[in-house]
């Protein structure tokens, strides 16, 4: 069975970090890579972040480019989000899904998602 655990989300003010985790299990890390996409309300979901098997295999999108850095622990299969210096228009609900990173575009996989956790930032 395929599975994706968020977890990490908080309510942080304006400036603050939070680390996202991604745990997963029914795959490996191998056969998949592991994308962070976030949704706000009334708007679309979008991926910010993605990470492929091979080393420096990685995708940011441009507004949090320099701010999130995406990491992954084979080992504990887990995909972290490292987020800093978060601004307001950072807020909305989180969520890791597997999928493929092909020139710089993440397609994640039908039915591979987490139920996503909520990051808050207030200004």
């Known amino acids: 069975e395929v599975r994706l655990v968020e977890s990490g989300g908080d309510l942080v003010q304006a400036g603050g970090s939070l680390r996202l985790s991604c745990t997963f299990s029914?795959?490996?890390?191998?056969?998949?890579?592991i994308g962070w996409l976030r949704q706000a309300p009334g708007k679309e979901r979008k991926v910010v972040a993605a990470?492929?098997?091979?080393?420096?295999?990685?995708y940011y999108e441009d507004s949090v480019k320099g701010r999130f850095a995406i990491s992954s622990d084979s080992a504990k299969n887990t995909v972290y989000l490292q987020m800093n210096s978060l601004k307001p228009e950072d807020t909305a609900a989180y969520y890791c899904?597997?999928?493929?990173?092909?020139?710089?575009?993440?397609?994640?996989?039908?039915?591979?998602w987490g139920q996503g956790t909520q990051v808050s930032v207030s200004s």
């Open positions: 899904a597997a999928g493929h990173l092909v020139d710089s575009v993440f397609y994640p996989a039908a039915g591979y």
């Open positions: 029914g795959f490996t890390f191998d056969d998949y890579s």
């Open positions: 990470i492929g098997p091979s080393v420096g295999s990685t």
